[in-house]
Nanobody, 128 residues
Framework: QAQLVESGGGLVQPGGSLTLSCAAS????????VGWFRQAPGKEREGVSC????????KYADSVKGRFTISRDKSKNMVYLQMNSLQPNDPAIYYC?????????????????????WGQGTQVTVSS
């Protein structure tokens, strides 16, 4: 059974940084597009970033471009989201997810319906 587990969330001051991790078991993340999504209370789930399977092309939401970086460690079967310059509009539960097969080389999507396996999420709070 495939499982994704996020970690690394927490409380940070505005302008601070966090690195979220997504660990996989039961599936090889390099064979899938992997996305990070976030959902704040009362808001819809938003695609933050994604990385395509194998080739590793990346996409970012406009709201996080230049501040967030997605990456993958194939040897550890993990995907990361480095978040810098965190702002008051960034707090949310952050989820990682793997895309539905088949793999599209060089392509990943930032819509939730494209993803089949989801982690439980990790809370990110930005407060002074």
């Amino acid at each position: 059974q495939a499982q994704l587990v996020e970690s690394g969330g927490g409380l940070v001051q505005p302008g601070g940084s966090l690195t979220l991790s997504c660990a996989a078991s039961g599936l090889t993340l390099d064979n899938y597009g992997v996305g990070w999504f976030r959902q704040a209370p009362g808001k819809e789930r938003e695609g933050v970033s994604c990385i395509s399977g194998m080739i590793g092309n990346t996409k970012y939401a406009d709201s996080v471009k230049g501040r967030f970086t997605i990456s993958r460690d194939k040897s550890k079967n993990m995907v990361y989201l480095q978040m810098n310059s965190l702002q008051p509009n960034d707090p949310a539960i952050y989820y990682c997810a793997s895309e539905r097969p088949p793999l599209q080389l060089g392509v990943c999507h930032q819509i939730a319906s494209a993803y089949s396996f989801w982690g439980q999420g990790t809370q990110v709070t930005v407060s002074s």
